[in-house]
């Protein structure tokens, strides 16, 4: 979520929302945990499982030697609905595939209708998450068929830490007072863990889902992290275009590093070393 995959600007380089912030540059200096894209299609058939030879095709165009591990793989989505008359649920399984690399730390899941990329090394944009969904989602399509997306979405988990953060007091400086919520308040002293989830409309089909928070480490000392959850996603029917999915993906990359910068304290942002993206860089 910190650097340009474009070396010009334009209307996907705008944050979503009309949200203030910076949105091209780097962090010298990132907490992240994980890094998620994802991007769902209309399903082509009924099937609840992804055929091996198509992940088998997919997996070669992507280099067997970049993702050395093929492994099987199942989701299941829970779903409930509350009626008048009770409550009724319903589970879904779908069986697909993981492509990963040596040390599992980046990864690519084959569904029978999504895709999604994650990484624990991520580096940049454009090289951790951008390019290679792109090219999953080219070579998924070509073996399925799958003409019609329903869903993009980014997902950035980052856990700020600091050593000389003993006490969940030390982020009340470091946040800004709309994520630091009783941290400010008079029970302040008393704050032991705080968790909370906004939601937000950022266009008439793309919202964001923020969860922050201070949490205890494990361990014998006590030290206390802050969470920094951005999920960013559109939700729209739209036929597959290989460019316009990648310039949508962009934006939504955009949309979550505005929406990191709006968190935190100007001063903290400076700690982490924000350097603006030139054209050589990005």
């Given amino acids: 979520m910190n650097e340009l995959t474009s070396t010009d600007i334009d209307e996907f380089d705008t944050p979503l929302g009309g949200i203030d912030g910076l949105s091209r540059l780097r962090l010298e200096r990132t907490y992240m945990e994980a890094a998620v894209a994802e991007v769902r299609f209309l399903p082509t058939n009924e099937s609840e499982s992804l055929p091996e030879d ?105 856990r700020l830490q600091d050593p000389l953060a003993s006490s969940p007091l030390f982020w009340n400086d470091h946040v800004r007072p709309a994520f630091a919520g009783p941290l400010l308040g008079t029970l302040a002293p008393l704050v032991e863990g705080l968790h909370q989830q906004v939601q937000l409309r950022l266009a008439p089909t793309a919202a964001a889902r923020v969860q922050s928070g201070v949490f205890r480490e494990q361990g014998g000392e006590e030290r206390y992290s802050f969470l920094v959850d951005l999920d960013v996603f559109r939700e729209e029917a739209l036929p597959f275009d290989g460019v316009l999915c990648a310039n949508l993906t962009r934006q939504l990359n955009r949309t979550a590093l505005a929406l990191f910068c709006q968190m935190l304290s100007d001063q903290y942002l400076a700690e982490l070393g924000p350097v603006e993206i030139s054209e050589v860089e990005a």
């Fill in 54 to 158: 198509i992940a088998i095709a997919v997996w070669k165009g992507l280099g067997q030697t970049r993702f050395p591990l093929f492994e099987r793989h199942s989701m299941s989505n829970f779903s409930l609905m509350v009626t008048p008359n009770g409550a009724d649920s319903s589970v879904r399984a779908q069986h697909g595939w993981i492509l990963a690399t040596a040390d599992r730390r980046s990864s690519i899941t084959l569904l029978p209708a999504m895709v999604v990329v994650q990484t624990s090394n991520y580096e940049r944009f454009s090289t951790s998450l951008g390019q290679p969904l792109m090219d999953a989602l080219r070579l998924f399509a070509e073996e399925t068929g799958a003409s019609m997306i329903q869903r993009i979405g980014l997902r950035y988990i980052n």
